[in-house]
């Protein structure tokens, strides 16, 4: 994968057009990192931005009272800034949360075509570095919410477009629509939640990880309403097809390697009721994903 | 269908409060599902139904006092906005 030239380099443009004071080449050689080492940035930053408002200040209104509000100001900005940034991570994991946005172009390009497409890959299991996951950037098979979040977002937008077609458009509708998919996406969460637990599925599929599995359906969603709009309702029913047994078989193939067991998961037939409730479990898991994308783009074709 | 944020968190509020009024002695212990009767031996595997009961027992034991606050801003708020 070629990291050095666009991803690396778009990054480091946009840090500079930010103003950041940034010598240092990009490190990508290093796998443990999830994205550029900007920790020189913020720091810098925010001594550079004090130093430069002190300057016009003392040129402008040359009183040490009103120099010391400003110091006194932008030190009480910077502790609210840093109770906020205390009190989010209690609730919001940032930490892991950068893990599943550390994609790069050429993942985005060859997930996608995974997701419409996975009957040639072979490899589906997920690689690992001394215990942690790698990052999606080095590793095709790791689920990341980049996809998930744009697809939303795309899926939205689509949506309206749509509706803008068939003259019923009002920007109550987006709303509307906005959290319709995202109730059923949080249903469906909690209902996968509920069976991993009462089945005691021993996996490391954290709910991140099942958020990002249940928004990769919005990408055929978006292939789907956008077949149905050019090609009319035999576009959108064959496109609809396509898509809904591609997902299937993307997340039975992703599933099983996570919720079965071992032995299981390579193929040989495991008999026990507990390795068969699992696979009933991720059959309804991937089942219930055709369902969705089915039921949240219908009403959108007419 | 048209699903709001607050149709979710209304369909929440009723389910806890379903799980939290089955009661422990005259409902629970009488079909088998007591907490009493849910640890069998020390297997790995619990099993469905000694899973759902600990899932039951939790949440009666866990949502009691949140329930009775959420309960209550519910009833105030519906008597006042309807």
Redesign the interface.
Known sequence: MDYTSDSAGFRHRKLQSKGRMKDTAPDMSDPNQLFDDTSSGPARHRTQDMSSIGYPAQGLLSEPVSNFAMAYGSSLADHGKEMVDKNLARFIPISKLKYYFAVDTIYVAKKLGLLVFPYMHQNWEVSYQQDTPVAPRFDINAPDLYIPAMAFITYILVAGLAFGTQDRFSPEILG?QA??A???L??EVLAMLLSL????VNTDLTTIDLIAFSGYKYVGMIVEVLAGLVFGRIGYYLMLLWCCVSIFVFMIRTLRLKILSESAAEGVLVRGA?NQLRMYLTMAIAAAQPIFMYWLTFHLIR | MAFTLYSLIQTAILCVNAVAVLHEERFLSKIGWGADQGIGGFGDEPGIKAQLMNLIRSVRTVMRVPLIIVNSICIVLLLLFG
Not at chain 1, 197 to 200: D, K, M, Q, R
Request: glycine letters at 0%; zero cysteines.
């Open positions: 509307m959290s319709s995202l109730v059923w949080v249903i637990y009462l089945l005691t507990k």
